[in-house]
């Protein structure tokens, strides 16, 4: 994996665009954290509740262990994870082979669109990031 390089400007850009496609379409909260678990990004509501920091770590981890997984059946890797809960669910997607995009939202927002819109988003953030699959 070739290092990821962050500035100010492409961090700034990142933000915007996960703020216009999840945010205002109603998501809580997302992440955008390193394959090591780093946060990278985050945008949204604040939540007093919510330890970013072992979440961006449990999740890191957990990609680190369904991609093992999928070594196990003949799969590269799985590209997206889902957990639903009775009030708020939690999508994780990879962005090439160094981010991982955390999306949490309500059950008042659909997981169809949180698909379409992180699909979307992918393709833009490996833009502003530079990161070629």
């Not at 995009?101 to 988003?121: C, K, M, N, P, Y």
Request: glycine share 8%.
């Amino acid at each position: 994996m070739a290092d990821l390089v962050v500035t100010g400007p492409v961090l700034e850009k990142a933000k915007i665009q996960i703020d216009k496609s999840l945010i205002k379409a109603g998501v809580h909260t997302v992440l955008l954290i390193d394959e090591a678990g780093n946060i990278v990004a985050s945008c949204g509501k604040k939540r007093n509740d919510l330890d970013t920091t072992s979440l961006a770590a449990l999740a890191a981890a957990n990609f680190g262990a369904t991609s093992q997984m999928a070594k196990l059946i003949g799969e590269d890797d799985f590209s997206l994870l889902f957990h639903k809960g009775k009030k708020d669910s939690i999508h994780f997607a990879r962005i090439g082979s160094a981010l991982i995009l955390i999306t949490i939202f309500g059950d008042d927002v659909s997981l169809g669109l949180v698909r379409i819109r992180v699909a979307q988003l992918i393709k833009t953030i490996e833009q502003v990031f530079g990161i070629c699959n």
